[in-house]
């Protein structure tokens, strides 16, 4: 079996297991398409977040996964978010209409932020130039140099405000061939610092397609948690562990890092809430995953038919 279709196994067992014990959910709030609408609440941000969709825009099994499902669920309720992808949202193929495909549904979701992966690279770096002014979202990477177009396409950060709260959002990814790297640790890091001691925002956001490593026991995106400084939330991607909710784990300063990772395709996609104090200093967290698609799902099938489904 190769690589793409047991890791793709791997998620749906996971999957499988939760339609087994839990009720389906079916829908995440609306996620408004401005930084101007966002605000459902002055003193907390909700973050919708996707990793590694792979351009996947119908459902990848059944009816489950998939951009448009994610649409879907999206479109069905209305409270304000933030809407971040952690990278590698296009496919591998270099087709300029599928891309220009991708590109488009996002824009009709309100995605705010991408972080850039070797997928959206795959094609060249002029080619991805020549798309990115289609992007209604921006496209983000502090760890890159790049000597074309790209330098000025491709941010190092953004800012969204949220009611009261003012959000940071930067993003790094590991080591593509024929682009000039920098240290993904410290040049998040030092994004970081800017956003929070320069600019003054109350939440600092990385995207991290860092993966894992063979052979390493944590995966990168775990590493950069631990070592970082300002950050206060990784999304991760390009990693095949999937970890159900967030883990809470501790900066190299001991403060707390949300480190949070969905499946890849669409299967699944993240909803985290911060919520801040009178003096905008955070004093709650909530996470959830859900399924996209799948309404009666959990109620037909359990999880061992559905992976031996899957196989056939």
Do not use: W
Not at 41 to 64: C, F, W
Not at 122 to 151: H, R, W
Not at 260 to 283: E, Q
């Amino acid at each position: 079996m190769n690589k793409p279709r047991r890791l793709f196994l791997n998620q749906l067992s996971v999957i499988a297991g939760i339609a087994a014990l839990n009720k389906p959910v079916t829908a995440v709030a609306f996620v408004a398409k401005t930084a101007g609408a966002l605000g459902a609440s002055q003193n907390a941000v909700t973050i919708y977040h996707t990793n590694d969709m792979n351009g996947h825009i119908g459902a990848v099994y059944k009816n489950l996964g998939g951009m448009r499902q994610i649409k879907t669920a999206i479109k069905n309720q209305p409270a304000g978010g933030l809407l971040l992808d952690a990278g590698n949202f296009m496919s591998l193929s270099t087709d300029r209409t599928l891309r220009r495909e991708v590109i488009n549904l996002m824009n009709s979701m309100g995605y705010h932020c991408a972080a850039l992966g070797e997928n959206e690279l795959k094609a060249g770096q002029d080619k991805l130039a020549n798309l990115i002014p289609y992007m209604q979202f921006s496209l983000l990477n502090c760890n890159f140099k790049f000597d074309n177009t790209l330098a000025s396409l491709v941010k190092p950060y953004a800012i969204i405000y949220n009611g009261n709260l003012k959000i940071g959002i930067t993003a790094v990814c590991r080591q593509v061939k024929g682009i000039k790297y920098n240290d993904a640790v410290e040049s998040a890091n030092h994004a970081a610092q800017f956003l929070k001691e320069t600019e003054k925002c109350n939440l600092v956001i990385c995207l991290s397609h860092l993966g894992h490593k063979q052979g390493s026991e944590i995966s990168e995106n775990q590493k950069l948690a631990e070592q970082s400084e300002h950050i206060d939330m990784i999304i991760a991607g390009n990693d095949p562990e999937l970890v159900i909710n967030a883990r809470i784990l501790r900066n190299k300063v001991k403060h707390e890092v949300i480190l949070a990772h969905t499946a890849s395709d669409g299967l699944l996609f993240g909803r985290t809430t911060i919520s801040f104090d009178d003096a905008k200093m955070k004093n709650g967290t909530t996470t959830n995953h859900f399924m996209a698609g799948g309404k009666s799902y959990a109620a037909e099938l359990s999880a061992m038919q559905l992976v031996k489904d899957a196989r056939v």
